[in-house]
Each structure stands twice: as structure tokens, then as C-alpha cells.
């Protein structure tokens, strides 16, 4: 047996007894053990492949630019951004606007409001539209990162990413959802066509909160991977597999309001299997695209 079907070989058996990623786990391991990591290196890894759980973290935040490339300066900056967490939690806790009893995801956002400036005069205040996406993206990434500190600076930065670096992209999205769609079922598309249903699917759902609050955490994590190292693009991909997977239940629904109340709560045991299809789709129309949108 040759080296590259040895190789093969062990891919295919890994996947089967539930190890596809060892390989690839391996490769990781060897970048983040340079001393100056290769972000571009790692959003290629990240485009192609899930990150194991036990780095994704660590990588998220090189990504994200709450570390930098070099290894022996992030214990240096983690105390920083650790000292910075505290400083604006206890600036919060003396003029009132949260306590020990404030739910962790109202923290993190009134967190985010006091330093972007947008902190309202009062905390019995409505939520803005803005705020209600923050907090549907920091209850799910609270699921997925443990460390609090870890956890707000991921959650910052990720926001703050979808508002500036993806920013004229998010709003495209429909019309490219709308095009792949029509390429992978037109007779699906056409349906929702008939039923006045486009105008109205759950895209705030879908692109504004990146599937928080659709998706497992265990899941969505999946496709952060890929809006983390570069690529929005893959939510409209996550939206069409979503529609081709309960299309026979979608298809029998005659009604814009019917069909959005089924997509806002789809079933979850099919997610993991949707978002597999989706990077598949993602990478059949795109290739693997790596700082693009």
C-alpha cells in the first residue's frame, strides 16, 4: 500500500469510528506551535476544516486580533485585556446599571454599550434592534467559550466585525440566497415566490445574528469557524441547505407567515447534518475562499 492511499485509508477509517478531524487536529497542532502564528495560515485551516474545540478559542481570538501572531505576548496581553474587563464591569457595578445579579449576557452588553459609547441614560431603557442581535450572539457564544473574559472580548470583536469588515455585505445576502437557491431548486424557490414568501423569511435570524438562536451552539460553531476566518458568505449557504433539507414541509405550507414561523424554529436534530451540506454547497459554488466575504 502506497503512502498517500495508507493515508487515505486511515482518513476513511477515522471518519467512520468518529475521528475525521485527527489529521487534521495534527496540522493545527503544528501551526500554533510557531512562534509567530500565520493568521494566514490559520483562516485557510479554519476555511477548510472545523476547528477541534480545544483550540478554537485560542485561534478565534489570534483571528479576531485579541492576541497577536506572537506566542510570548499573549499571557502580557490576556492580563490587559483581563484588567480591561474588570475596570469597565466594576465602572457598571458603581453607577448601577448591572449587580451580581444581572444575567452574564446583559453584562457583556452593557459591557460593549459603555465603551462603544452607546450606554443609554438609564438600564430600564428599551433594547435597540442592534442590541437584541448582541444578545442573541452572546447567549450562544456563552455556550461555546467558558472563560468570561474569553468570552466578551470573542463576543466584541465578532459584533464588531459583522459591523465594519462585513458591513455592505450582510445586506446582499438575501439576493445571493435568493440566486443559489434558484440554482439548487428552482421549483423551491418558485413556491416561495408564489406564497409572496421571499420578502419575508427570517434573515434577520439568518444574517444579522449569524443563526444564534436557530442553530445548536454545537453546530453553529461550525460555520462561526468560517465567519471568524473570513467568509459571511457561508450563512447564505447554511439559509439554502436549511430550505433543502425540510423543502417537502416547506412545500406544503401555503402561507409567508406559516413558512417564516417553521424556519424561525426548525427542528434540531437535523443541524449538524445541514451545516456539513452547507460547507459542502459553500465550497462547491465558492471554492474555499479565504479573506473574502
Known sequence: MTEDSQRNFRS??????????????KSLEIL????????????????????????????????????????????????????????????????????????????????????SGKLPRSPSFPLEPEDEVFLAIAKAMEEMVEDCVDCYWIIRCFVNQLNTKYRDFLPQ???????????????LLSHLKTCSAVSKLPYDLWFKRCFAGCLPESSLQRV???????????????????????????????????????????????????????IDLWHKHCGTPVHSA
Open 12 to 25: 476513511v477509517y477515522y471518519e467512520k469510528v468518529g475521528f475525521r478531524g485527527v489529521e487534521e487536529k
Open 32 to 115: 500554533l506551535k510557531d512562534d509567530r502564528l500565520d493568521t494566514e495560515k490559520l483562516c485557510t485551516f479554519s476555511q477548510r476544516f472545523p476547528l477541534p474545540s480545544m483550540y478554537r478559542a485560542l485561534v478565534w481570538k489570534v483571528l479576531l486580533g485579541i492576541l497577536p501572531p506572537h506566542h510570548e505576548s499573549h499571557a502580557k496581553v490576556m492580563t490587559y485585556r483581563k484588567d480591561q474587563y474588570s475596570d469597565v464591569l466594576h465602572a457598571l457595578k458603581v453607577i448601577r446599571f448591572v449587580s451580581d445579579a444581572t444575567p452574564q449576557v446583559e453584562v457583556y452588553l452593557r459591557m460593549y454599550q459603555l465603551e
Open 173 to 187: 445576502l438575501p439576493k445571493a440566497f435568493e440566486q443559489y437557491l434558484n440554482l439548487e431548486d428552482s421549483r
Open 224 to 278: 462561526w469557524d468560517k465567519v471568524v476566518s473570513g467568509s459571511c458568505k457561508i450563512l447564505v449557504f447554511v439559509a439554502v441547505e436549511i430550505l433543502l433539507t425540510f423543502k417537502i414541509k416547506v412545500m406544503a405550507l401555503n402561507s409567508a407567515e406559516k413558512i417564516t414561523k417553521f424556519l424561525e424554529n426548525i427542528p434540531q436534530d437535523s443541524s449538524d447534518a445541514i451545516v456539513s451540506k452547507a
